[in-house]
């Protein structure tokens, strides 16, 4: 027992354990509509992801099925993958409140506001793609992507949602008796995702 207790002193002095607070969000909207490029400028995207406040890692479940080699004795085998197709997101809000004017300029994007016509797949999803970094120690947060590696020079762990859109923009009350500060949750809907251990590792 001393040895697995000195193991672990020694692996948590030398690397330390994750921190929940340690992440950054790079969000790309690639799939800009006629005269959008100024709605969504790179300066604009990059100060929304430092404003990102929370986050979720994807669940991932693998469903199976019962397998019968004879009666009594059954086997699972895998059938197929199943996860949440919605990522939800938290944002501090800046005092001109450009984070909710983003997310609704991509939400009219999505459903014209005049018109109420759904717009084409291709031009509000298409190749949109979020990806959320989980930093070491070393990291308090800014620009990074996943050729970004810590200080052991492994690349960073991050999680890529690819087609995403918006499909929520929840509320913002607004009251004189509070001074919290104002944050904004949304919700968006995405195809599929993959890890770093999808696209890069194997075992």
């Not at 986050?55 to 199943?82: C, H, M, W």
């Not at 991509?106 to 291709?122: E, F, L, S």
């Not at 947060?141 to 859109?165: A, I, Q, S």
């Not at 001074?179 to 075992?203: G, H, M, N, P, R």
Request: aromatic share 12%; with cysteine.
């Amino acid at each position: 027992m001393t040895d697995i207790y000195e193991g672990f002193l020694t692996r948590i002095k030398n690397n330390g354990i994750a921190s929940s607070n340690r992440f950054y969000v790079r969000i790309n909207v690639n799939a800009l509509g006629s005269g959008s490029a100024s709605m969504f400028p790179l300066q604009r995207l990059r100060d929304l992801s430092v404003m990102c406040n929370s986050v979720s890692l994807p669940k991932r479940s693998i469903k199976t099925l019962d397998f019968v080699v004879k009666p009594g004795n059954v086997d699972k085998i895998a059938d197929y993958q199943e996860y949440d197709h919605d990522l939800s997101m938290t944002f501090y809000c800046s005092p001109d409140l450009n984070e909710r004017r983003f997310f609704e300029n991509w939400a009219n994007m999505v459903i014209d506001p005049v018109t109420k016509q759904p717009n084409y797949y291709d031009e509000y999803a298409k190749n949109n793609v979020v990806t959320v970094f989980v930093l070491p120690k070393m990291f308090s947060g800014g620009l990074v992507d996943e050729r970004t590696v810590d200080y052991k020079g492994n690349p960073l762990y991050y999680v890529r949602f690819h087609e995403c859109y918006p499909t929520s923009i929840d509320e913002n009350e607004l009251s004189t008796g509070s001074s919290e500060l104002l944050q904004l949750k949304v919700t968006l809907s995405y195809k599929y995702f993959t890890t770093i251990s999808d696209e890069s590792s194997s075992i």
